[in-house]
């Protein structure tokens, strides 16, 4: 009995970092409102949990940079197509979103190529 207590213990204690690391958009993000920004790509990250793109935007004549946080990597590779070269470093995107609570950025809903490439057309978690 105390055998199975113990690794129940365990089990547990390895478990909780992973089931903490996961974390509703909700909290980061305000979805209450939403903005859209036109910023140039500075780079593009393919990664789970979440993927994203620094962009640089301009605001009162100096670049600030903004995160575009985006579902899992694994969604827009299989779900929508996306390749690690569907945007390139200097390419010019302007998305729309839930804005960050704190700081430059937003959870993306919507996406477009400068040349009109819809390339996330609704929210992706």
């Given at each position: 009995m105390l055998i199975r207590r113990i690794t129940l213990l365990i089990g547990l204690l390895l478990t909780a970092d992973t089931s903490?690391?996961?974390h509703s958009i909700?909290?980061?993000f305000d979805s209450s409102r939403s903005i859209t920004v036109t910023?140039?790509?500075k780079e593009v990250a393919l990664i789970n949990p979440h993927a994203y793109i620094l962009i640089d935007v301009e605001e009162a004549g100096e670049a600030v940079?903004?995160?575009l946080t985006m579902g899992p990597a694994i969604k827009l590779i299989r779900g929508s197509g996306w390749t690690p070269d569907i945007l390139l470093a200097g390419d010019v995107v302007t998305s729309s979103g839930r804005?960050?609570?704190k700081g430059n950025g937003m959870y993306i809903a919507?996406?477009?190529t400068e040349d009109?490439?819809?390339l996330?057309?609704?929210l992706v978690e």
């Open positions: 903490l690391a996961h909700g909290g980061e910023g140039t790509v940079q903004y995160t804005p960050m609570r919507h996406l477009v009109g490439e819809v996330i057309g609704e």
